[in-house]
């Protein structure tokens, strides 16, 4: 029962390159959420998934687009990653919260 | 306005004594819960405790309790017999629900320093 897993763990990024970030749940949640966490900013929620098909968005969705694969995966990408995307992004699921153990991004 | 609000950017307590992070919360919903996470300096958020809104009880897990008001919308967390691993970030929360989906808010956090 790994719980709630994220990769990658840490990534660099140039201004304009895309990537995925995923993230895998083996709880059977329902719901699943992604995060983004900046330096006194507490967490800010980015997009949501309440179940498998459906999603959101939270207080900051811009620049970040999410997949829903099947109930256990719930995917956050950024077409074209920008410098303010800098943050550590978590992955949780449940009403409870189950956290991801994050991921480091840098934009530069 | 912010839905959840820690006014407390760092504490300091003395190892063994207890300490009162406070939490006030804003919101319209009858049905909704609070939550507390720790975030120590290796980054991973780990849950503490949880209140729903109708719980009559303040909720408790070992050395964490919550002090929870209602009429004041406050959600304190109390730590009891502060150890040196309790330095860390915590982080208040609430859920309200919208429509069937639980729409999470979090605080800014307060920074916990245990000193021996």
């Known amino acids: 029962n790994a719980g709630v897993t994220q990769t990658p763990k840490f990534q660099v990024l140039k201004t304009g390159q895309s990537m995925t970030l995923q993230c895998a749940q083996d709880?059977?949640?329902?719901?699943m959420y992604w995060y983004r966490q900046d330096p006194g900013m507490g967490l800010r929620l980015i997009y949501y998934?309440?179940?498998?098909?459906?999603?959101d968005k939270g207080e900051v969705p811009n620049g970040y687009n999410v997949s829903r694969l099947n109930k256990r995966e719930f995917s956050l990408r950024l077409e074209s990653a920008a410098p303010s995307q800098t943050s550590v992004y978590f992955c949780?699921?449940?009403?409870?919260?189950?956290f991801g153990p994050g991921t480091r991004l840098t934009v530069l | 306005a912010q839905k959840i609000t820690q006014t407390q950017p760092g504490m300091f307590v003395q190892e063994k004594e207890a300490v009162t992070l406070d939490c006030t919360y804003d919101?319209?919903?009858?049905?909704?819960?609070l939550f507390w996470y720790k975030q120590p300096s290796s980054g991973e958020m780990i849950f503490l405790i949880y209140?729903?809104?109708?719980?009559?009880q303040n909720a408790t897990e070992g050395r964490y309790s919550l002090n929870f008001q209602k009429a004041r919308k406050s959600a304190n967390l109390v730590i009891s017999a502060s150890q040196l691993g309790d330095s860390a970030m915590y982080f208040c929360?609430?859920?309200?629900?919208?429509?069937?989906?639980?729409?999470?808010?979090f605080g800014r956090g307060t920074s916990l320093i245990v000193h021996p």
């Open positions: 949780a699921s449940s009403g409870e919260q189950f």
């Open positions: 709880m059977n949640h329902n719901s």
């Open positions: 998934s309440a179940s498998e098909g459906t999603t």
């Open positions: 919101t319209s919903d009858q049905s909704y819960g």
């Open positions: 209140q729903g809104s109708y719980d009559e």
């Open positions: 929360a609430m859920r309200e629900g919208m429509g069937g989906s639980y729409i999470p808010t």
